[in-house]
T-cell receptor, first 114, second 119 residues
Framework: DAGVTQSPTHLIKTRGQQVTLRCSPI?????VSWYQQVLGQGPQFIFQ???????GRGNFPDRFSARQFPNYSSELNVNALLLGDSALYLC?????????????FGSGTQLSVL | AQTVTQSQPEMSVQEAETVTLSCTYD???????LFWYKQPPSRQMILVIR??????QNATENRFSVNFQKAAKSFSLKISDSQLGDTAMYFC????????????????FGKGTKLSVIP
């Protein structure tokens, strides 16, 4: 079975641009979460979606948005990029209900903002 | 708000030896989950072990075991018979317990401990 897949693996953007990151969850998983991992730090929670509804949002500005599609895949959008948005963006999926606390992560998208 | 503290930025261990990574946390919740995740150079976060706070028995997964001290809010990871493939960043993480299907499954991570296994 395929794990969580993220695309692209690497991305270079300039300040002020917009970026879209994509995530496909493990088959059967209905919940998708997004995390930002700045170099040398642990991941920080950005969003969680379940059944296309936002279920949680971390302390990130409105420049960050996300959505979940009927097939449970998800996109993370970041507008007006800043240098500080350079980070590894991790997507995680999980089951709904029992066992939903076990998150399975993808290998991430490395975003560099120049 | 919950906080997770890992006080050892880096550690090293000889192959086949045992090493213990420390983690403390702060929360007012009574029911929650604690996790250890491993992040090798491939960057993928891999779940190592999970502990439910209402279970007093310490979790074990093969060579990995935890020492969960709820009153002290301490959650350490012991790796026995260390292998070269254990070289990675290790993150301790906290999650509030939620009713099935309700609310957000949100992890709060520590800053990590870089573990090097020496041949």
């Amino acid at each position: 079975d395929a794990g969580v897949t993220q695309s692209p693996t690497h991305l270079i953007k300039t300040r002020g641009q917009q970026v879209t990151l994509r995530c496909s969850p493990i088959s059967g998983h209905k919940s998708v979460s997004w995390y930002q991992q700045v170099l040398g730090q642990g991941p920080q929670f950005i969003f969680q979606y379940y059944e296309k509804e936002e279920r949680g949002r971390g302390n990130f500005p409105d420049r960050f948005s996300a959505r979940q599609f009927p097939n449970y895949s998800s996109e993370l959008n970041v507008n007006a990029l800043l240098l500080g948005d350079s980070a590894l963006y991790l997507c995680a999926s999980s089951l709904a209900g029992q066992g939903g606390e076990k998150l399975f992560f993808g290998s991430g998208t490395q975003l560099s903002v120049l | 708000a919950q906080t997770v503290t890992q006080s050892q930025p880096e550690m090293s261990v000889q192959e086949a030896e045992t090493v213990t990574l420390s983690c403390t946390y702060d929360t007012s919740e009574s029911n929650y989950y604690l996790f250890w995740y491993k992040q090798p150079p491939s960057r993928q976060m891999i779940l190592v072990i999970r502990q439910e706070a209402y279970k007093q028995q310490n979790a074990t997964e093969n060579r990995f075991s935890v020492n969960f001290q709820k009153a002290a809010k301490s959650f350490s990871l012991k790796i026995s018979d260390s292998q070269l493939g254990d070289t990675a960043m290790y993150f301790c993480a906290f999650m509030k317990h939620r009713r099935s299907g309700a609310g957000s499954y949100q992890l709060t991570f520590g800053k990590g401990t870089k573990l090097s296994v020496i041949p």
